[in-house]
């Protein structure tokens, strides 16, 4: 019973937190609650006369107070680098390894500057953007390498083309977020007409052949370098690999 609450509570919080969190701090936040409502729901499960009804209400409770009392503490520790930023200072450590979203990149970047830490940033794909997060100093950025399927200075005709259309549109330089989301919906194209896939199936049968397909197609794409994109059977996808440096405030590739 306990764990069957755990499993509803985790579902509620994950629908409460991705609308105000990113993605690296849901999880970390989701992780701190349910350990905390871990406890109270092993302590409610002592009492055998509480009903499971009774103790999910109690817990829901529980849960809500959790949120808002933690909050500000919680989401503090998040945006406080500094421990592990002197750490690395202390060590020694001359290069910095970011597997990181850039929002998260770009706190590090200005509280390693305070303390005068200068180490080489390098970072990957989810660190593509820190150049448009809001009242960031970009000369901070200014040296900082990461890998990523797309760059927007590439020379192969496609990717000049999809540059300069997204900037006739969009005013603004297009990231891999925007060439991974332009090269996923011309994947699924490809899977549909692979698959022969048509608007009568059903939502399992077209799920299923879409499966199938995946991993017999083949596509170029802005992000699939010299050697395509291809997919496995367990989803995950194949591209060479391409690295950037930010230089004058602006990608270049590597």
């Given at each position: 019973q306990v764990r069957q609450l755990l499993i509803i509570c985790s579902r509620l919080l994950h629908l409460h937190l991705h609308q105000m969190y990113s993605p690296v701090e849901t999880v970390i936040y989701s992780r701190y609650v349910l350990q905390t409502l871990t406890r109270v729901l092993h302590l409610l499960s002592i009492l055998q006369r509480t009903s499971l009804l009774r103790r999910l209400v109690l817990s829901m409770i529980v849960?809500?107070?959790?949120?808002?009392?933690?909050?500000?503490?919680?989401k503090q520790k998040l945006?406080?680098?500094?421990?592990?930023?002197?750490?690395?200072?202390?060590?020694?450590?001359?290069?910095?390894?970011?597997?990181?979203y850039y929002q998260e990149a770009s706190i590090i970047l200005k509280q390693a500057d305070t303390m005068g830490y200068k180490p080489k940033f390098f970072g990957?794909?989810?660190m593509d953007g820190i150049l448009t997060v809001e009242n960031f100093?970009?000369?901070l950025a200014e040296g900082v390498m990461l890998l990523t399927p797309f760059a927007?200075?590439?020379?192969?005709?496609a990717v000049q083309n999809f540059v300069k259309t997204y900037k006739e549109k969009y005013k603004d330089t297009?990231?891999?977020?925007?060439?991974?989301?332009?090269?996923?919906?011309?994947?699924?194209?490809?899977?549909?007409?692979?698959?022969?896939?048509?608007?009568?199936?059903?939502?399992?049968?077209?799920?299923?052949?879409?499966?199938?397909?995946?991993?017999?197609?083949?596509?170029?794409?802005l992000t699939g370098g010299k050697d395509g994109l291809t997919w496995n059977e367990s989803g995950e996808v194949t591209k060479s690999p391409?690295?950037?440096?930010?230089?004058?405030?602006?990608?270049?590739?590597?």
């Open positions: 849960l809500m107070y959790i949120l808002q009392v933690s909050k500000r503490s919680l945006t406080d680098f500094g421990t592990q930023l002197q750490k690395a200072k202390d060590a020694g450590a001359d290069l910095l390894f970011l597997p990181i990957v794909d989810g100093d970009t000369k927007a200075d590439a020379k192969d005709k297009p990231n891999q977020f925007a060439a991974d989301s332009y090269d996923a919906v011309y994947a699924l194209k490809a899977a549909i007409e692979e698959s022969k896939a048509t608007p009568d199936m059903s939502a399992s049968d077209m799920c299923d052949a879409l499966k199938g397909a995946m991993t017999k197609i083949k596509m170029q794409g391409k690295a950037v440096i930010i230089k004058n405030g602006a990608y270049k590739a590597m």
